[in-house]
């Protein structure tokens, strides 16, 4: 498919409002194959036993990349630098699970108890290079850059990862109203990096105990009320610029919530306020995106709230409100405080749903409004991107139990936004106005 790093913006944070901009050539693409294989098995030993496994294999190759990156804009406000970076890359992963579920009983507590062991293997070779092109108008781009220049190597490294993980989880009934849940994970993770382009060998070796807990209350049959720990850990494939492996992602969530039922089995509320912690967290290399750099601590703070059912008869309601308080909490390279790229502040949708099912069976109208915040374009918050709304709507009509013929519109305004914000030469716009008619049958 064609190769489209997106739009780019001045270190004023100009940028052009036009989704059909392209600052690429008609010889930038990128070529990709995935296979996947799976399998899953599970069988009750006893009334007390259940054994399930698991296996994945997966094998992906991107080669005939051909991509044009845009390096940033001149004083002069409008000229584009350029460079094509041709990569390959060829993985292959394997994942294999056990588990045993056992249902027990040690006094008055009820248990589920889950035990597993799990392995994942997983490989990738990379090989890149990088050639300067010509540059482009801002505004005015004429295109004809030499097709596919002659590149030097700039990365050729072969990475490989096992992990060997263990767990065990206990779901607790502790009385008719009070419900827990504990598990423990541990995680080895070896890891080697073969740099043959500066003849480099690097190797790691990380281990973790990870935890999680839960706990439920639920006063009455509508009502659940919770609070949840859980640290997470995560292995990451890539490496800096100066050719060191990523540390693995440690992470820390505190999370308190609710689940009303508003009208018993017709409209129900979620509400949470969570906290989310992440050390070593890799983020794209603002200088070469083929590379990553890890930021020492991110924090998010937040609050949701859904409402989702039925609020009349034919009527149906599905509504999200997300505040988000998002920051660097610890590092050496940014300013503590600051925002992280992409994340608004708020963010929200309304969708409101009507079926005619008195005046014409099957014929059913939708339409709502998203609504998302501002967001940073980098982590030393140089702008913002700026937020967007917009308004969608579907028209649906059932023949039968199997046979639906639907027609959804998305930004009906054909308004102008900017929905992927990665770095300041790395913004994606959103759709223009499309639309879809879409069969459905159902055998």
Do not use: C, M
């Given at each position: 498919q064609p190769f489209d790093r997106g739009l780019i913006a001045t270190d004023e944070g100009v940028y052009v409002h036009d989704a059909r901009r392209y600052f690429g050539e008609s010889w930038s693409h990128t070529g990709a194959r995935k296979t996947v294989a799976g399998v899953v098995g599970q069988r009750t030993v006893a009334p007390w036993l259940t054994l399930r496994a698991s296996g994945r294999y997966s094998?992906?190759?991107?080669?005939?990349?051909?991509?044009?990156?845009?390096?940033?804009?001149?004083?002069?406000?409008?000229?584009?630098?350029?460079?094509?970076?041709?990569?390959?890359?060829?993985?292959?992963?394997?994942?294999?699970?056990?588990?045993?579920?056992?249902?027990a009983t040690t006094g008055t507590l009820d248990h589920r108890l889950l035990a597993g062991v799990e392995y994942t293997s997983a490989e990738m070779a990379f090989d890149s290079a990088r050639a300067n092109i010509g540059p482009l108008d801002l505004y005015a781009p004429v295109y004809g850059a030499t097709p596919v220049p002659a590149a030097r190597p700039n990365a050729s490294y072969v990475y490989d990862a096992d992990m060997r993980?263990?767990?065990?989880?206990?779901?607790?009934?502790?009385?008719?109203?009070?419900?827990?849940?504990?598990?423990?994970?541990?995680?080895?993770?070896?890891?080697?990096?073969h740099d043959s382009l500066n003849d480099t060998l690097l190797r790691t070796d990380d281990r973790e105990l990870s935890m999680r807990g839960g706990l439920v209350f639920q006063p009455d049959a509508r009502t659940s009320l919770y609070a949840s720990y859980t640290e997470s850990f995560q292995p990451q494939q890539g490496q800096t610029r100066d050719g060191l492996p990523l540390s693995p992602e440690r992470g820390q969530q505190i999370e308190i919530g609710a689940k009303l039922e508003l009208v018993p089995e017709r409209l129900a509320l979620t509400t949470a306020v969570f906290q989310i912690t992440k050390q070593?967290?890799?983020?794209?290399?603002?200088?070469?995106?083929?590379?990553?750099?890890?930021?020492?601590?991110?924090?998010?703070?937040?609050?949701?709230?859904?409402?989702t059912g039925e609020i009349a008869r034919h009527w149906r309601l599905l509504a999200n409100v997300s505040l988000l308080d998002p920051e660097i909490t610890r590092d050496n390279l940014h300013a503590i405080g600051n925002r992280l790229v992409g994340v608004p502040r708020y963010s929200g949708r309304l969708w409101l749903h009507h079926d005619f099912q008195d005046l014409l069976p099957g014929f059913k109208?939708?339409?709502?409004?998203?609504?998302?915040?501002?967001?940073?374009?980098?982590?030393?918050?140089?702008?913002?991107?700026?937020?967007?709304?917009?308004l969608d709507a579907t028209a649906s009509y059932a023949f039968n139990d199997r046979l639906e013929l639907s027609l959804r519109a998305s930004n009906?305004?054909?308004?102008?936004?900017?929905?992927?914000?990665?770095?300041s030469n790395n913004l994606y716009p959103g759709m223009p106005r499309a639309y879809a008619l879409l069969l459905r049958a159902r055998f």
């Open positions: 094998d992906a190759r991107v080669q005939d990349h051909h991509a044009v990156d845009l390096q940033g804009v001149d004083d002069d406000g409008r000229t584009v630098r350029r460079r094509i970076t041709n990569r390959v890359e060829d993985s292959n992963d394997l994942n294999l699970r056990l588990d045993a579920i056992v249902d993980s263990a767990y065990l989880q206990d779901q607790l009934a502790l009385s008719e109203r009070w419900k827990a849940l504990v598990s423990l994970r541990y995680d080895a993770v070896e890891t080697t990096q070593d967290v890799a983020t794209e290399d603002p200088t070469d995106p083929d590379f990553s750099v890890l930021t020492g601590e991110q924090r998010v703070r937040g609050f949701e709230v859904d409402i109208l939708g339409g709502g409004v998203t609504v998302v915040g501002a967001r940073q374009v980098d982590l030393d918050n140089s702008f913002d991107i700026a937020g967007y709304t917009t009906l305004t054909d308004r102008f936004f900017v929905e992927g914000v990665q770095a």
